[in-house]
């Protein structure tokens, strides 16, 4: 078992940016791959970016591509998505997930058995 738990979002206006932290505790000895989705309202969750838990390999979302950067530390067992040059359409909840399961890396929700609880993102125009 593992508990993620996310935190860094809010209010921001478009161009700007905002740092999300995802802190694991429990099963954190173990090796997983840390993902963050977002969910719109109205939209199905989508991939935003993953990472290895070397850290060697990351996959972002081609909307996110150039702007966003996922990292992890796992000495602090945290995890984090730097957001910049944000846009309206970034606007979600976002979550944090870890997958250790899988021995790539799973863009699809469906991969990933744990999940944190969300933290909200508004960008306004």
């Known amino acids: 078992q593992v508990q993620l738990v996310e935190s860094g979002g809010g209010l921001v206006q478009a161009g700007g940016s905002l740092r999300l932290s995802c802190s694991a505790s429990?099963?954190?000895?173990?090796?997983?791959?840390m993902g963050w989705f977002r969910q719109a309202p109205g939209k199905e969750r989508e991939f935003v970016a993953a990472i290895t838990w070397s850290g060697d390999k990351t996959t972002y979302a081609d909307s996110v591509k150039g702007r966003f950067t996922i990292s992890r530390d796992n000495s602090k067992n945290t995890g984090y998505l730097r957001m910049d040059n944000l846009k309206p359409e970034d606007t979600a909840v976002y979550y944090c997930a870890a997958d250790f399961r899988h021995a790539i890396v799973i863009l699809q929700a469906w991969g990933y058995g744990y999940w944190g609880q969300g933290t909200q993102v508004t960008v306004s125009s």
């Open positions: 429990g099963r954190t000895d173990a090796s997983y791959t």
